[in-house]
């Protein structure tokens, strides 16, 4: 069965740090990976996805993600992160409708 | 363009009530699909709909859930005789109709919070 997983469910930086949110998935086949943002009070909101081609996928708001497929990763990373970042994050992936979740990580960034 | 809409955005029942959740999909969505997040988890795949049509429910639990999506009107999360466990944040998701060969996208609402009292 795919699953994913997040390595660190809190994170807590301060403003300009740079920023690494890991997640790794456990599936053989193609797969659609994708990290969504929530932030406090609002709805999912997709930060970025990969489907195929350059696996360095660039997102809103100054988010990358790469995907390592020989490491089942798809980590997401932001060089300098601003107080506007402190949400939750999740990552997810697909091979078909559906989207299988890590459990989150919640960012913190002290102004 | 609207997106997602879900409501209510927070519902209070106490146990042994019933809980409806609705979902109206984004203009031009005919595929729906309910999340839902416990506390301190991801989310969890529960049910998968076209209009008038339950593609899977692999994700429902076996008792006291039911969904619909009819052929007009939002789509319809049911929960029976609400029970403590079942408090949580129930998130919906549409997307279009899918072109064989390209990946799903679902476009999320803003959920609805259950608390089972």
Redesign the interface.
Known sequence: AQS?S?HN?HVILSEAASLELGCNYSYGGTV?LFW?VQYPG?????LL?Y?SGDPLVKGIKGFEAEFIKSKFSFNLRKPSVQWSDTAEY?C?V?S?????????TKLIIKP | NAGVMQNPRHLVRRRGQEARLRCSPMKGHSHVYWYRQLPEEGLKFMVYLQKENIIDESGMPKERFSAEFPKEGPSILRIQQVVRGDSAAYFCASSPLPRTGEPYEQYFGPGTRLTVT
């Open positions: 994913v997040q469910h659609n969504y609002q709805h999912l909101q997709l996805k489907f999740f997810a697909n078909n409708y559906q989207l299988i979740w890590g459990a989150g």
